[in-house]
């Protein structure tokens, strides 16, 4: 595996070669401490969502944006173990329309999902990062299309989780570990998260060419003080 | 069990304070009335609760949705038909009831539409012009018993308490140029002029103008300048930094009771807000036909009685129905005979839309925006146009209407890309600023098919039933938003559209994508009491000192977000509590 702990410089093992590059870019971003994958977990991680969005030429991927350490923290704290996620039964498994109806809060349907696939790549006898890119990329789809049962969770569950959460890490805002320097929203020309446009909404076309803002470094740092208005409930 | 501890009695009681519950507050307050609200969530303020930087966080917001209600605690479960069995939704997607103080009103993107006229006799109408051949027979349309101009000084009231930014259409009858030439007359102007218009909407205003269609600028309560409305509070003009849905204003320029309502009834001396707390019931006498007080769990879980003279269900509509169910007031409805009436006509809103992907040289910024700063067209709104020969009824609005271009949940790809890898990069690279959402948002029909009651097994954090949901489109609604939709592809391809998403509703709803939380009725109006749970005037007809306040009064929903047309009803149904209730506590209409 890419040795869990090592940083986003270290990506270019067993990663396309072009991501080298683009791995560069971002090559001063603080290094992975998986506090929640293990090193087994982590390796398939960080090589899968390096194949969700991969590097290429211009613009870092996944892996490089600090996705798999996003995932870590998240299924560490609250939404991982259920924040906002009604848990009683009974289950069943209901319609496509009804939504999510597994038990599995989504620490607990990583855990049983990763074990899982490790068993079963250990069992075809070649891990994943043994894998060149299209051996991996026809793995994750048969994982996307629900083919196999991941310890109690179809694997198209895993997939949609996995995808969600690379998404999520690519494009947050930087505070919660992916999406490190920005690179997803240079990569689209998003500006972040503290903006006034007022004066440019109606200059129509123009290019926005600066920086984008962090939640971490809102220069602003403002509140917007009224009398008469109350801060704390009486 | 404990026994829940008795306080003194108040005059009036509040269930929920957001939009309906905190007019209601200060209105009745102001006549001298002991007004207790009780509000479930959390007390919050623009200062200090809405600050930057952390109010500009999608993934908090928008993605794991801070502000809704908790599902953890109170979910609903949902079901397409009746012969399905109710699973809960376990976590919100495709709507989003807002909680803690101020309540969805807080969230919202500031849309700010007036229903039609016909809206509110809309069986009468419909069958007038179409006689009763065009409907479906599972539909179960109604008439509202009040009429737009009953209400027309309501909707004026409502958006000056606002400081709603828009354009009139038409001033007492007299159409006015750069307007909505469809809406109802309004008595005057907005209290502000119409927002900037961003770039997506230029670009949709002259597709859709080359097509002869009428474009406008939608009525938007996040502010095009600074107001100060008549509870002497001031707005502040919005910057467009494209954080309203879902989101709370940190600017003072969105309208919520924060900013609008709140600051006033805060420091009413008659006033007195409590926040975490549950109301479990409402209590009825030994006759069910008078209401005595509530009952309430606090943060810790201690229960009390709250005694008072007049109860008022301001909540989210789906939980004044469940509300009406837990305390027993008004016949639940039974689809199967068609009695009873708590639940019945549950509707929710029609959408769809369509994405129109531009050349590279063409740059959108879809992150300057408001929530409510779309150019649209009403030409296909309700009843509008002719529907003789297009076999069914209803209507939407479209418009270029982008919200913020927020990338967790904005990154348009075209046909054909791949769902991820390279390709899928590449084409988000691509597109992500040169790409314009169109949307379609209208009428839901009311069914018998579709309701709301009680599930049978699933409980919420206090041991009391879910609401349980049952719903899918009428295929009516189907074929309305199939027609729209190749309406709007044609604007997408006159807008200059490469490749282009279509986007009608299909059969079946599904709670897993968001598309409107614009529930409503359940607990509607109307001048039946076996078709109505409340009178004209909102209130309950077996419980006159219950009255049921919001959209889940709406008998069936219109074309347009609901928010100005609850404002307007909220006042309508407070005039009648101070100028008809107080003076002679009763029924307020004779069954």
Not at chain 2, 223 to 232: A, I
Request: net charge neutral; glycine share 10%.
């Amino acid at each position: 595996m890419l040795s869990a702990g090592s940083g986003a410089a270290a990506a270019a093992e067993g990663i396309d070669a072009s991501s080298s590059s683009a791995a560069h870019a971002v090559s001063n971003s603080a290094p992975t401490t998986y506090v929640f994958l293990n090193r087994e977990e982590a390796a398939f991680i960080e090589r899968a969502v390096a194949r969700l969005i991969p590097a290429d030429a211009k613009w870092p991927g996944a892996f490089e944006a600090g996705v798999p350490n996003y995932i870590d923290k998240q299924l560490a704290g609250a939404w991982g173990a259920g924040e906002r996620l009604y848990r009683s039964g009974p289950w069943r498994p209901g319609t496509p329309t009804q939504g999510y109806q597994l038990p599995f809060t989504p620490a607990e349907l990583f855990h049983t999902a990763l074990a899982a696939i490790e068993k079963d790549l250990a069992s075809a006898g070649t891990p994943f990062s043994r894998m060149n890119s299209e051996q991996q990329d026809a793995y994750l789809r048969r994982l996307e299309t629900g083919e196999k049962d991941l310890g109690g969770v179809p694997s198209d569950v895993f997939f949609d989780h996995l995808w969600q959460c690379t998404l999520e890490g690519f494009f947050s805002d930087p505070v919660y570990g992916g999406n490190r320097d920005m690179t997803a929203w240079r990569m689209v020309g998003f500006p972040g998260a503290y903006a006034s446009y007022y004066e440019l909404v109606d200059q129509h076309g123009i290019k926005i060419d600066r920086a984008p803002t962090s939640l971490a470094e809102d220069a602003h740092g403002h509140m917007i003080v009224k009398p008469g208005i109350p801060a704390k409930s009486p | 069990m404990t026994m829940a501890k008795r306080l003194k009695h108040v005059d009036v009681v509040t269930i929920g304070v957001g939009l309906t519950g905190s007019m209601m507050a200060l209105e009745l307050a102001r006549t001298g009335l002991k007004v207790v609200g009780i509000e479930r969530g959390a007390p919050r303020f623009t200062v200090p609760n809405f600050q930057s930087p952390a109010i500009h966080d999608e993934l908090r917001f928008s993605i794991r949705k801070a502000m809704m209600q908790d599902n953890v605690k109170e979910a609903v479960t949902f079901r397409n038909a009746s012969d399905q069995t109710a699973l809960p939704i376990r976590r919100w997607e495709s709507f989003l009831p807002g909680t803690g103080l101020g309540g969805s009103f807080v969230h919202w993107n500031g849309q700010s539409f007036r229903f039609q006229k016909a809206d509110f006799i809309y069986k009468t109408h419909i069958e007038q012009r179409y006689g009763k051949k065009i409907l479906d027979p599972e539909l179960t349309i109604q008439d509202w018993g009040v009429t737009y101009d009953e209400l027309e000084p309501h909707f004026d009231r409502f958006e000056y308490l606002l400081g709603t930014s828009g354009k009139a259409g038409n001033i007492k009858g007299a159409i006015q140029p750069g307007g909505n030439p469809f809406e109802a007359p309004r008595a005057r102007d907005y209290p502000t002029p119409p927002q900037k218009e961003p770039h997506f909407g230029a670009l949709f205003r002259k597709g859709a103008e080359s097509l002869g269609y009428h474009p406008y600028p939608q009525p938007s309560s996040n502010l095009s300048q600074p107001y100060t409305n008549p509870e002497g509070l001031a707005l502040q003009q919005c910057v467009f930094c494209g954080f309203c849905e879902r989101y709370a204003c940190e600017h003072f320029a969105k309208a919520s009771p924060q900013t609008v309502i709140l600051p006033v009834l805060m420091k009413h001396p008659n006033f007195e807000l409590r926040t975490n707390c549950q109301v479990l019931r409402i209590n009825l006498d030994s006759t069910g036909k008078k209401a005595t007080g509530v009952t309430y769990a606090d943060a810790t879980g201690a229960e009390f009685e709250q005694p008072a003279d007049l109860v008022l269900i301001t909540a989210f509509p789906l939980n004044n129905v469940r509300m009406l169910l837990l305390s027993r007031i008004g016949k639940p409805y039974d689809p199967t005979s068609g009695e009873g009436v708590v639940g019945r006509n549950y509707s929710y809103q029609t959408t769809g839309g369509a994405t129109v992907f531009l050349d590279e040289s063409v740059n959108v910024n879809p992150f300057m925006a408001s929530g409510a700063n779309g150019t649209m067209i009403d030409d296909f709104g309700g009843d509008n146009f002719d529907h003789g020969p297009l076999g069914f009824i209803g209507g939407q609005y479209v418009g270029a209407i982008m919200t913020g271009g927020r990338p967790i949940e904005f990154h348009p790809t075209p046909p054909g890309t791949p769902r991820w890898g390279l390709g899928w990069k590449q084409a988000v690279t691509r597109h992500y600023n040169h790409t314009v959402l169109i949307q379609q948002h209208g009428t839901s029909t009311a069914s018998r098919l579709n309701y709301l009651s009680l599930d049978p097994t699933y409980k919420d954090a206090w041991g009391l039933p879910l609401l349980r949901m049952t719903f899918d489109f009428p295929e009516n609604d189907i074929r309305m938003s199939q027609y729209m939709a190749d309406k709007v592809v044609e604007i997408g391809r006159a807008m200059g559209g490469k490749a282009i998403i279509r986007g009608g509703t299909k059969r079946p709803y599904t709670t897993t994508v968001y598309q409107s939380t614009h529930n409503c009725g359940g607990a509607v109006m109307g001048e039946d009491p076996t078709t109505s749970v409340v009178n004209r005037y909102l209130q309950c007809w077996d419980v006159p000192n219950v009255f049921s306040v919001g959209a889940s009064a709406f008998p069936q929903n219109g074309t347009y977000n609901y928010t100005v047309t609850i404002g307007a009803l909220t006042y309508w149904a407070l005039e009648a509590i101070k100028n008809k209730y107080l003076k002679a506590p009763g029924p307020l209409v004779q069954a």
